[in-house]
Nanobody, 120 residues
């Protein structure tokens, strides 16, 4: 079984910063990409940022210049450094991993989600 465990969400004032972490564990054979999505109330889930096994990154236009995605291959962990947070960044943030486990074909996995609230 593969698990994605997120941490780091919380309440922060506008202009503040938060760092999210997501650790993948279990019978992992290979990770192709990891990323972060978010879903605000009444809205569809959207891509925030993704990083491939080769280190290539892609960001939503709304977070470019404010958010930075990075990874630690040894720990199978992806991070999302969020700076200059805005109220519109408020959402549940979900970790996603495109990986192949030792038992199953390549497929996406999701974390349980962590709440980020930006409010004064």
């Amino acid at each position: 079984q593969v698990q994605l465990v997120e941490s780091g969400g919380g309440l922060v004032q506008p202009g503040g910063s938060l760092r999210l972490s997501c650790a993948a564990s279990g019978s992992i054979f290979s990770i192709y990409a990891m990323g972060w999505y978010r879903q605000a109330p009444g809205k569809q889930r959207e891509l925030v940022a993704v990083i491939t096994s080769g280190g290539s990154t892609n960001y939503a236009d709304s977070v470019k210049g404010r958010f930075t995605i990075s990874k630690d291959n040894a720990k199978n962990t992806v991070y999302l450094q969020m700076n200059s947070l805005k109220p519109e960044d408020t959402a549940v943030y979900y970790c996603n991993a495109d990986l192949k486990s030792s038992l199953l074909p390549r497929k996406p996995y999701w974390g349980q989600g962590t709440q980020v609230t930006v409010s004064s």
